[in-house]
Nanobody, 121 residues
């Protein structure tokens, strides 16, 4: 079983920065794909940033130039660095990973529990 533990959310003023972390509970995993999503009240969940197994990154237009997704394979952790935060970035942020576990050839999908990010104006 794999669990994802998110941290780093909180309250920040507009223009500030936060770094979200998502730690995978097992060390014998290799990332196939990963991403950060967010969901604001009354809105659909949207993909903010993603990274594939070759570390190619993609960003939503609203995040481009301000957010950076990264991973630390040694720590089995993924990150989302968020700079120049705006009130419209306020949402619950969730991490998603698709991983290979040990020698199992099939990838598995897991979601974090979500962390609240609130940006005040």
């Amino acid at each position: 079983q794999v669990q994802l533990v998110e941290s780093g959310g909180g309250l920040v003023q507009a223009g500030g920065s936060l770094r979200l972390s998502c730690a995978v509970s097992r060390s014998d995993v290799s990332f196939n794909a990963l991403g950060w999503y967010r969901q604001a009240p009354g809105k659909q969940r949207e993909l903010v940033a993603s990274m594939d197994r070759w570390e190619t990154t993609r960003y939503a237009g609203s995040a481009e130039g301000r957010f950076t997704i990264s991973r630390d394979n040694a720590k089995s952790t993924i990150y989302l660095q968020m700079n120049e935060l705006k009130p419209e970035d306020t949402a619950v942020y969730l991490c998603h990973v698709q991983v290979f576990i040990g020698r199992d050839p099939y990838p598995y999908d897991y979601w974090g529990q979500g962390t609240q990010v609130t940006v005040s104006s």
